[in-house]
């Protein structure tokens, strides 16, 4: 009888290993190129059509990652595009980045800098809404831009495609550390 039960035991080993074995080569074979090819396994060893497939075009910064056409040093780098701001420290990284919603009126891209008087508590936006840590760096089409946060922490609404607004909104943290990196002279870099 115990010939018999070890028998049974290494049949049902040799099942299990059988089973484990197909669900492993399914999962490699459904895998994502790349997870499957990263550390040039044996995976990447039997199917080798995966690197005769033509290179992907390089994929957009990661949102830690400066825009590379931003200068140096200290600066606020604005991305019109990826509707992002970067707060770059002098050594050159981000100190902190985040997503706005960009003002109806768009600056040129080029650098800027924040001026004496472009700095505000409080006040109203030219949308009617109450903003704080106010911002400026430039004007375009007669209206006055910058980086505000609505003190009621909402978004703006979507309003008449006439409208010009300059008022690059964040939220309200975001425009808090805005409000204390950005003094007075800080360059502001605008990039596509």
């Not at 703006?156 to 975001?174: F, H």
């Amino acid at each position: 009888m115990p010939a018999k039960s070890s028998t049974i035991v290494t049949a049902l080993t040799v099942v299990a290993l059988a089973v484990v074995g197909v669900l492993g080569y399914q999962a490699a074979a459904s895998a994502p190129d790349h997870l499957s090819a990263r550390g040039g396994g044996h995976h990447a060893k039997q199917h080798p059509a995966h690197h005769s497939k033509p290179p992907k075009e390089p994929a957009p910064p990661r949102p830690t990652e400066v825009p590379a056409a931003s200068g140096t040093g200290k600066r606020v780098v604005y991305s019109l595009g990826a509707k992002q701001v970067w707060l770059v420290g002098a050594d050159g990284r981000a100190q902190r980045t985040y997503h706005v919603t960009p003002s109806t009126v768009s600056p040129a891209t080029g650098a800027y800098q924040v001026p004496p008087n472009g700095r505000s508590v409080s006040v109203t936006g030219s949308d009617g809404i109450a903003i704080e840590h106010v911002v400026r760096f430039t004007s375009a089409q007669g209206v006055v831009i910058g980086f505000s946060a609505a003190v009621d922490g909402a978004a703006p609404k979507p309003g008449p495609a006439t409208k010009k607004t300059g008022g690059i909104r964040e939220t309200r943290d975001d425009g808090k550390a805005m409000w204390d990196f950005a003094m007075v002279g800080t360059k502001v870099v605008v990039v596509a």
